[in-house]
T-cell receptor, first 114, second 112 residues
Framework: SQTIHQWPATLVQPVGSPLSLECTVE??????LYWYRQAAGRGLQLLFY??????ISSEVPQNLSASRPQDRQFILSSKKLLLSDSGFYLC?????????????FGPGTRLTVL | KNQVEQSPQSLIILEGKNCTLQ??????????LRWYKQDTGRGPVSLTI?????NTKSNGRYTATLDADTKQSSLHITASQLSDSASYIC???????????FGAGTILRVKS
């Protein structure tokens, strides 16, 4: 069966510090991978998605970047965190099931920037 | 603009009661509509997915309906349990499922 891991689960970082969040998927090959951010009281916002190794699409201009060094590894990074980067970050992977594309979410990382 | 609006924003019900959550969308073209359950501090988990041709789908005590003409969906929860307390998110896909438009969610609290 497929599983998706994210770490760390929680993170408190000072403004201006770097960031690296990791997501790995097990039990599937060549998945589409996604990074979302969820702010309190708001819907999930798609940040990045990847259809293959080294292929990253950015949805919104921001202080963050993403990389996919391996087929089942997706990394979210920042060189200098801003207060506005605080939020709940979710990684997801997807597979085509019949006529639709099912997405499965990881457990999330709660990031607080102070 | 592609949007998904959910109502109510939050809801408190007694254990054992039924409730219905609403979702209106303006996403076009429409591919499918999903309802997710998200426990506090966890990732969303899929409850149902409906395509254009489906107008109802059930998953245990959860029943989702879809009216593609009026662009409305509802999620009905029967005989609520304390474990149903969570945020319920309506998500609409307009482009082969890769790009999803998320509603802000309805926070449901079931109390004994």
């Amino acid at each position: 069966s497929q599983t998706i891991h994210q770490w760390p689960a929680t993170l408190v970082q000072p403004v201006g510090s770097p960031l690296s969040l990791e997501c790995t998927v097990e039990g599937t090959s060549n998945p589409n991978l996604y990074w979302y951010r969820q702010a309190a009281g708001r819907g999930l916002q798609l940040l990045f998605y990847s259809v293959g190794i080294g292929q990253i699409s950015s949805e919104v201009p921001q202080n963050l970047s993403a990389s996919r060094p391996q087929d089942r590894q997706f990394i979210l990074s920042s060189k200098k965190l801003l207060l506005s980067d605080s939020g709940f970050y979710l990684c997801a992977w997807s597979v085509q099931l019949g006529s639709y594309n099912e997405q499965f979410f990881g457990p999330g990382t709660r990031l607080t920037v102070l | 603009k592609n949007q998904v609006e959910q109502s109510p924003q939050s809801l408190i019900i007694l254990e054992g009661k039924n409730c219905t959550l609403q979702c209106n969308y303006t996403v076009s073209p429409f591919s499918n509509l999903r309802w997710y359950k998200q426990d506090t501090g966890r990732g969303p988990v899929s409850l149902t997915i409906m395509t254009f041709s489906e107008n109802t789908k059930s998953n245990g005590r959860y029943t989702a309906t879809l009216d593609a003409d009026t662009k409305q969906s509802s999620l009905h929860i029967t005989a609520s349990q304390l474990s149903d307390s969570a945020s319920y998110i309506c998500v609409v896909s307009g482009e082969y499922g890769n790009k999803l438009v998320f509603g802000a969610g309805t926070i449901l609290r079931v109390k004994s």
